[in-house]
C-alpha cells in the first residue's frame, strides 16, 4: 500500500508562485512513475504533468509548459510542482498519484490540496 499525502496548496494573486509537495510512503517510491492531475470546479480531472523514477524525463499538459515544472527526490519520497505565473484557470484541487506498474493507469492518488488563484 502506498500514501501519498499532498501540502502547499492555497490563495495565490494572478502572476504569483506556489510549489505543491507529495509525500509517499513505500520502499519503492524511486521505481514510481509520478504526476499531478487537477480537477476544476464542473470539470472532469486533468493530467497535469508526470515524472519518470529517475527524474530526468517529464511530460507536461500545453496548457502548464513553461510554467510548471515536476521533479522529485527519493531520498525523501517526494515529488513537487513548482507552479509560476499562475492563472485564474489554474484554480483546482491538485492531486498526486502514484504509478507502480506496467499499466497506463495510476495506483494511488492523494486526497488533494486546493490552490485558488485570484484575479
Known amino acids: 500500500q502506498v500514501q501519498l499525502v499532498e501540502s502547499g496548496g492555497g490563495l495565490v494573486q494572478a502572476g504569483g508562485s506556489l510549489r505543491l509537495s507529495c509525500a509517499a510512503s513505500?520502499?519503492?517510491?524511486?521505481?514510481?512513475?509520478m504526476g499531478w492531475f487537477r480537477q476544476a470546479p464542473g470539470k472532469e480531472r486533468e493530467f497535469v504533468a508526470s515524472?519518470?523514477?529517475?527524474?530526468?524525463?517529464?511530460y507536461y499538459a500545453d496548457s502548464v509548459k513553461g510554467r510548471f515544472t515536476i521533479s522529485r527526490d527519493n531520498a525523501k519520497n517526494t515529488v513537487y510542482l513548482q507552479m509560476n505565473s499562475l492563472k485564474p484557470e489554474d484554480t483546482a484541487v491538485y492531486y498526486c498519484?502514484?504509478?507502480?506498474?506496467?499499466?497506463?493507469?495510476?495506483?494511488?492518488w492523494g486526497q488533494g490540496t486546493q490552490v485558488t488563484v485570484s484575479s
Open positions: 515524472i519518470i523514477w529517475s527524474g530526468r524525463t517529464t
Open positions: 513505500g520502499r519503492s517510491f524511486a521505481t514510481y512513475v
Open positions: 498519484a502514484a504509478k507502480i506498474g506496467p499499466s497506463p493507469e495510476y495506483d494511488y
